[in-house]
């Protein structure tokens, strides 16, 4: 469709309510923010059998500026009615959240990197709509982490087991609809709970969860990781960009053991 992802939503819906399953596919900010309009009307409100495939999650496309920054688009998702959301965080989940949406019927919001993330799974793995997995178990708190922070929360969780703090790994792929009980278990067997998103920390994984406790009659300690309320007026690596805003896996662990340990 060209640089004209307003017709290309409104086509892909078209097309849907003809009976067909349509994928869109574009950078996050023009497939997502440019076309909310189009997106509210013509998908979530017709319960279109269109699946939306956003690339660049976060700060993938971090040299290209602010303009590329993909760091609202989880909470812009969220608010619209019939719209499942999955944030995969490795090739693998990938791979398995593609066959997995084609089969659901419905708006879906697909949110990946670009290519060559690292893997975290050893292998491919049963992948449900809406259910978590464990990666690693873990008593002391639980790192519940989505997308292509993922990998970043296993090297969290290896920086922990030399302080001797075994941390519950949790792949919440599916933000919406959130695995509830899985935050529930995390918040009752560790008593702690820490969010990791490349997002901005209002509308997405942590806000999501953040909903969830209250309701639960548990009170974790809670800490949402991600990208604080403001643009980056800078360019560079995805892994600057991380260390800039205190997400990468040294400053998140470091936060952690403080949180845990009270210092």
């Known amino acids: 469709m060209g640089v004209s992802e307003a017709n290309m939503i409104g086509v ?68 619209l009615p019939n719209m499942t959301i999955i944030c995969p965080g490795d090739p693998y989940e990938t791979e398995e959240a593609t066959k997995a949406i084609a089969a659901l019927s419905g708006p879906v919001y697909l949110r990946i990197g670009k290519k060559g993330e690292p893997t975290v799974h050893k292998k491919s793995l049963p992948f449900k709509v809406g259910r978590a997995i464990t990666v690693k178990k873990g008593t002391d708190c639980a790192i519940v982490a989505t997308g292509n922070m993922l990998p970043v929360g296993l090297a969290v969780s290896e920086i922990l087991d030399r302080e001797k703090i075994k941390a519950r790994l949790v792949s919440m792929h599916t933000i919406k609809p959130l695995d509830v009980n899985s935050i529930k278990r995390a918040a009752l067997e560790t008593g702690a709970v820490f969010t990791l998103e490349e997002h901005n920390i209002i509308g997405g994984l942590g806000s999501a969860v953040a909903e969830v406790l209250p309701y639960s009659r548990l009170s974790p300690i809670f800490v949402r990781f991600g990208i604080q309320d403001k643009f980056t007026h800078i360019a560079g690596t995805q892994d600057f960009l991380r260390s800039y805003h205190k997400i990468s896996a040294k400053n998140i662990a470091f936060k952690i053991i403080k949180s845990l340990r009270g210092k």
Request: glycine residues 12%.
């Open 12 to 79: 892909a819906s078209g097309l849907a309510l003809s009976g067909k399953t349509v994928f869109v596919y574009s950078i996050i900010p023009f497939v997502t923010s440019r076309v909310f309009e189009q997106i509210r009307d013509d998908v979530a409100l017709q319960k279109a059998n269109v699946k939306i495939v956003g690339v660049g999650s976060g700060f993938t496309y971090g040299q290209l500026g602010p303009t590329h920054h993909s760091i609202e688009d989880i909470g812009i998702m969220r608010t």
